[in-house]
């Protein structure tokens, strides 16, 4: 288990008696990255959060976030870290201002420092003008950032969102990514759940997908979409003639005469890139255009959930 990493775990199990929720899992989170861990509802990602945060006792496995064991450390892991969960830990009945002092307070920031934690918060949330408002009245973007400015009074190394920006509108989810990615340039470790697979394709350095309590697959976006078929390279030529000698060189290759394309299946590694380039180029053949096309996390996500899903049947 690695000392450098923000979060390491290894055999992770958690059961709710005959009900495995987490199979045996490993988690290597790198300090300054932005994590995602993907999964359908009931695959285990709250749990797993959960677990890491100090909030439930993991069942076997080894468990450690920030340098500390998450059992026999959990205040130094609790000092380390900060949480937003799905459900917002706003008080209705507070203002903006007064829900950042509470945090301030629980943290025991002495008067002076809370008060200056509070206003740069603020500030830095774009919540300065509706400070004084309760909460209660705040949009839900809004919301949203204003508990994530709570998660972060205390100055954590390690913030844990559970998704995060459900329920938002484009607008404010695209706030939200933006405030992350700030965080994160900060030197911030996040640990990141979510459904939209937009999301974790725009923030996370790597993505592990969750399915039935076992991780499917691991890797940075585009090392997942080349696990699944469909990929292909479109090469577009300028006459017919080219368009000919193109398909010659490549079996199973889709022609379309009218676009004069051809779309050759392809990894899109650079590898693939380099042979393809280089069988056209021993064959003298002219490339107008190249493009790599990929599946997306979308059609990642459902191949390897499938997957599992037949796995187990």
Same mark, same amino acid.
């Given at each position: 288990?690695?000392?450098?990493?923000?979060?390491?775990?290894?055999?992770?199990?958690?059961?709710?008696?005959?009900?495995?929720?987490?199979?045996?899992?490993?988690?290597?989170?790198?300090?300054?990255?932005?994590?995602?861990?993907?999964?359908?509802?009931?695959?285990?990602?709250?749990?797993?959060?959960?677990?890491?945060?100090?909030?439930?006792?993991?069942?076997?496995?080894?468990?450690?976030?920030?340098?500390?064991?998450?059992?026999?450390?959990?205040?130094?892991?609790?000092?380390?870290?900060?949480?937003?969960?799905?459900?917002?830990?706003?008080?209705?009945?507070?203002?903006?201002?007064?829900?950042?002092?509470?945090?301030?307070?629980?943290?025991?920031?002495?008067?002076?420092?809370?008060?200056?934690?509070? /206003?740069? &918060?603020?500030?830095?949330?774009?919540?300065? $003008?509706? %400070?004084?408002? #309760?909460?209660?009245?705040?949009? =839900? @973007?809004?919301?949203?950032?204003?508990?994530?400015?709570?998660?972060?009074?205390?100055?954590?190394?390690?913030?844990?969102?559970?998704?995060?920006?459900?329920?938002?509108?484009?607008?404010?989810?695209?706030?939200?990514?933006?405030?992350?990615?700030?965080?994160?340039?900060?030197?911030?470790?996040?640990?990141?759940?979510?459904?939209?697979?937009?999301?974790?394709?725009?923030?996370?350095?790597?993505?592990?997908?969750?399915?039935?309590?076992?991780?499917?697959?691991?890797?940075?976006?585009?090392?997942?979409?080349?696990?699944?078929?469909?990929?292909?390279?479109?090469?577009?030529?300028?006459?017919?003639?080219?368009?000919?000698?193109? /398909?010659? &060189?490549?079996?199973?290759?889709?022609?379309? $005469?009218? %676009?004069?394309? #051809?779309?050759?299946?392809?990894? =899109? @590694?650079?590898?693939?890139?380099?042979?393809?380039?280089?069988?056209?180029?021993?064959?003298?053949?002219?490339?107008?255009?190249?493009?790599?096309?990929?599946?997306?996390?979308?059609?990642?996500?459902?191949?390897?959930?499938?997957?599992?899903?037949?796995?187990?049947?």
């Amino acid at each position: 288990m690695s000392t450098t990493s923000a979060i390491s775990v290894t055999g992770l199990r958690k059961a709710y008696g005959d009900n495995t929720v987490l199979d045996g899992i490993d988690l290597d989170v790198q300090p300054g990255t932005v994590f995602a861990l993907l999964g359908p509802n009931g695959a285990g990602k709250t749990t797993t959060v959960h677990i890491l945060s100090t909030l439930l006792a993991p069942d076997g496995g080894e468990v450690r976030v920030a340098g500390h064991d998450v059992r026999r450390e959990p205040d130094e892991v609790r000092a380390a870290i900060g949480v937003t969960g799905q459900f917002s830990a706003v008080d209705d009945l507070l203002t903006g201002e007064e829900n950042l002092r509470l945090m301030a307070d629980l943290h025991h920031l002495g008067r002076a420092e809370g008060r200056t934690r509070v /206003a740069g &918060l603020l500030t830095r949330f774009d919540l300065a $003008d509706a %400070a004084g408002r #309760l909460a209660s009245t705040y949009s =839900g @973007g809004m919301r949203r950032r204003l508990d994530l400015a709570m998660s972060l009074v205390g100055v954590p190394r390690i913030i844990f969102l559970d998704e995060p920006t459900t329920g938002l509108d484009p607008r404010s989810r695209r706030t939200m990514w933006s405030i992350i990615r700030d965080l994160v340039a900060g030197g911030v470790t996040v640990f990141l759940t979510t459904q939209y697979l937009e999301e974790a394709d725009q923030l996370a350095d790597r993505i592990a997908v969750l399915d039935h309590g076992r991780l499917v697959a691991e890797g940075t976006a585009d090392e997942l979409k080349r696990l699944i078929p469909g990929g292909h390279v479109q090469l577009r030529f300028a006459d017919p003639v080219s368009l000919d000698a193109g /398909a010659r &060189l490549f079996d199973g290759a889709v022609r379309d $005469d009218d %676009a004069l394309t #051809l779309q050759i299946p392809s990894d =899109g @590694g650079v590898h693939s890139l380099r042979t393809l380039l280089d069988r056209l180029d021993a064959a003298s053949v002219e490339v107008g255009e190249l493009s790599v096309h990929l599946p997306d996390l979308d059609d990642v996500f459902l191949a390897l959930t499938e997957r599992s899903v037949a796995a187990d049947a």
